[in-house]
């Protein structure tokens, strides 16, 4: 195989990563986001929403994890 063609592929394939990674990234920020911006009465109310987070992230990775979608 062509080596500029090879490094054309990696750098494509690499970017791709990049892309992806911001979108998740941008996604779980805006997740986050919202919990921060609601008004929560007590400590508890604020742990019980972080909480859903961390199911909502568990259970996508669990997905990924076992179907590799």
């Given at each position: 195989m062509?080596?500029?063609?090879?490094?054309?592929?990696?750098?494509?394939?690499?970017?791709?990563?990049?892309?992806?990674?911001?979108?998740?990234?941008?996604?779980?920020?805006?997740?986050?986001?919202?919990?921060?911006?609601?008004?929560?009465?007590?400590?508890?109310?604020?742990?019980?929403?972080?909480?859903?987070?961390?199911?909502?992230?568990?259970?996508?990775?669990?997905?990924?994890?076992?179907?590799?979608?």
């Open positions: 062509d080596p500029k063609l090879l490094e054309n592929l990696k750098r494509k394939v690499q970017q791709e990563l990049v892309n992806r990674e911001r979108e998740v990234l941008e996604y779980w920020l805006a997740e986050l986001e919202k919990v921060y911006r609601r008004k929560h009465q007590t400590l508890a109310e604020l742990k019980s929403e972080l909480h859903l987070l961390m199911e909502k992230m568990k259970k996508r990775l669990s997905v990924i994890q076992t179907k590799g979608i």
